[in-house]
């Protein structure tokens, strides 16, 4: 039996809520995180890295609370919430000297995947300074990247965890709603690119596209345990061209609804963006597709 409710994605059955049910009432000193984390582990809620899917189990077990099909046991204590509370970054004071030249006068760059790191503060604060959407915490698997010369920083990339459904995307990959559910986690978003306002290089950033590319996905299996097979991108069409990207070999895929995830009405109500896709292997719809 289906129940009408769902909860990003999952269909919840009354199976699963009488497992749920029997798991409280068969641990009745159990805290809410200890619950959460026994459900993980009997339903196999586990990252790729081995990580247990712990906040999103306890988001869902909240959910079925709240419709009123389980009740959990009383709060413990109200933990801080750092997606409520978390500061802004920090302002950053860097040497802003100008960088006027051709691109093969100022080689070697260097690509540092920084996330995890003592620069992060600088990637997060950059971002914020200078990126025209401003610096977002990401949500699930990211990684941030600062390009530097001689020690310089001067671009900054932040990829993702792929949104869960794009029509043109999922149509070019020829993904069934069901192996996207299952593979979604093979494609990253870049979801900010940044080159510093007084660096000034012909043919930069396609370069820097081409560069990342080519590691991206081999530090995603480093610090996930799995590799990414295609790189993905929204330009809004109000503001650019997306010419570096499709300088850089990227596809144009089509336009975004304009609607966004949570959309109720069916009617746009943000900027059509351009979907721009980049397959890192040439079989990369064969690796998509596996069932």
């Not at 497992?19 to 993980?40: G, H, M, Q, T, Y």
């Not at 596209?209 to 097979?229: C, F, M, Q, T």
């Not at 721009?276 to 079989?283: A, C, D, F, T, V």
Request: charged fraction near 25%.
């Amino acid at each position: 039996m289906e129940l009408e409710i769902k909860y990003k994605g999952k269909i919840v059955t009354q199976q699963d809520i009488d497992f749920i049910e029997k798991l409280i009432s068969d641990n009745p000193s159990d805290s809410r995180r200890a619950l959460s984390k026994k459900l993980c582990k009997a339903w196999n809620w586990v990252q790729p890295n081995g990580v247990l899917r712990d906040m999103f189990c306890r988001g869902f077990m909240l959910h079925l609370e709240s419709a009123g099909y389980i009740k959990l046991p009383p709060r413990r204590f109200t933990p801080n919430n750092p997606f409520v509370n978390r500061k802004k970054p920090a302002k950053v004071e860097i040497d802003q000297t100008p960088i006027e030249a051709r691109l093969s006068k100022i080689q070697p760059l260097e690509i540092r995947q920084i996330r995890c790191t003592p620069y992060e503060k600088l990637f997060n604060g950059l971002i914020a300074q200078y990126h025209y959407l401003g610096y977002c915490h990401p949500v699930g698997e990211h990684l941030k990247y600062i390009v530097y010369i001689e020690g310089r920083p001067i671009a900054c990339f932040a990829w993702s965890s792929a949104p869960r459904h794009i029509g043109s995307r999922d149509k070019f990959i020829g993904w069934s709603p069901a192996i996207r559910k299952k593979n979604i986690h093979l494609i990253v978003y870049n979801s900010r690119f940044l080159i510093l306002p007084w660096i000034h290089l012909s043919f930069l950033a396609s370069h820097l596209l081409g560069r990342i590319a080519k590691i991206v996905s081999a530090d995603w299996e480093r610090v996930y345990n799995h590799p990414v097979y295609f790189l993905e991108t929204f330009v809004d069409k109000e503001k650019f061209k997306g010419t570096c990207y499709r300088a850089a070999n990227w596809i144009y895929l089509g336009d975004t609804t304009g609607r966004g995830k949570n959309d109720q009405t069916h009617k746009p109500n943000r900027s059509i963006k351009a979907v721009l896709g980049y397959p890192l292997s040439k079989n990369f719809r064969e690796l998509l597709c596996h069932v």
